[in-house]
């Protein structure tokens, strides 16, 4: 067994909060730290239960490392973190392969968990007062207060967590990522049409919808299992859409995303036809094909991750787009497209259009689990959209002076 699935999380609810419970499969133990860590995230420091989740997904994997090396969480110091980091970027890389900077800045996002949850623990136990800190058995500058709370202002000094990859493009993680334009989306279809296979331009066009329709990630989207869209002919007089639960989600969520109406018959009608023909050719049994939607036109067996990515990277290096995409693409268009309706619906409904309240409202139709993480695509679209408003404003003005002009000539025409 891997250390990475030692501790399996499932969350329970009490009142209004949602706790974390961590259980070691090997010790057959709780963590009751990990848990009371949970409680002190959502009840005194009143964060949001998404980000209480990311932020306990980001340590367990330290914890499980920990446990797997025999290391007490009392003994942690410096060579611990570095060892961890560096085995979790080896992991993620054999596992899911692709960029090897966006790994190490998920790794990264896992250090700045542990670092807060060492500081936690040494909060909670007093005599854990040389784990973390300036002289601390782990290096670091974070001060937290008698509350618990981690005190914000000190949270900018680069000595709070010193042993993160410093090449991982971090210092940048908020730059734009290449979103797909509806050209983009246009050209690419025509792309897969004109290839040798109708399978795969069927099979590459779907793909590409549900990413953009539904926000769905690379892993999540190649998950999907066939027997989720084999509704029923009248399902849809009853329901606005169809909840679908992928199988591979990013920190193991269960999310719930909506598939509208003419793309979930458009599925159904790829697997009667395209899919069954594909595995009829090849021989495949549904037992082998392991029900999954999406199947190799080689070999008739799912498809891989890698193999998703590499379609994609391929279809934009085509169409002449010259900045690095691959299918993530799909998902900055969906969040840009909801983002800017969402602004636009507000402000005609007269509501809140911060940012906060725009992402808080937008994250969970993309399976975010860090609002804050839109923030930087919402303050570009408000931008967008204030300089639209603007631009319309100022021809609008250019036109009724014009307007203004055209009405006085005509009065003095009429009056000679």
Known sequence: MSSQNRI??????????????????????IDYDLLDYSIHLAKRLALSSLTVRNMVYHVTPFLAWISESKILISHV??????????????????????SVKAHKRTVNSRLVCVYQYLAWVQWKRPDYIKLIGADGQVTSSLVIDNAGK???????SKGCYPLLFSDSGSSSRHRPAYEATDQNCDDIKTH???????????RNILMMDIMSQVSLRRGSVNSLRASQFMVVEDYFDKHDFLKVVPDSQKFSYKMAYKFPPLLTYKIKDFIETHRITLMTQKKISEREAQDRLFLSNTTGL??????????????????GVEERSAAHAFRHKFANDRIHDEILERKEAGLDTSD??????????MGQSNPESLLPYISRAQIKISSTLRKEN???KELREDNARLRKLLKELQGE
Do not use: C, M
Not at 9 to 29: F, N
Not at 192 to 202: D, E, K, N, P
């Open 8 to 29: 399996s999380v499932s969350w329970v609810a009490v009142e209004d909060y949602k706790y974390a419970v961590a259980y070691d499969s090997v010790t057959k133990l």
């Open 77 to 98: 110091g410096n060579h611990a973190i570095t060892k961890f980091r560096d085995d979790e970027l080896k992991r993620l890389v054999k596992r899911l392969g692709d």
């Open 150 to 156: 981690l005190i914000k202002s000190k949270l900018k």
């Open 192 to 202: 897969f049409l004109g290839g040798q296979s109708s399978y795969i331009a069927a």
């Open 302 to 319: 799912p498809l891989s991750n890698s193999s998703v990515t590499g379609i994609f990277s391929s279809a934009f290096d085509t169409i």
């Open 356 to 365: 906060s309240s725009i992402a808080y409202s937008v994250a969970p139709s």
């Open 394 to 396: 100022l021809e609008l």
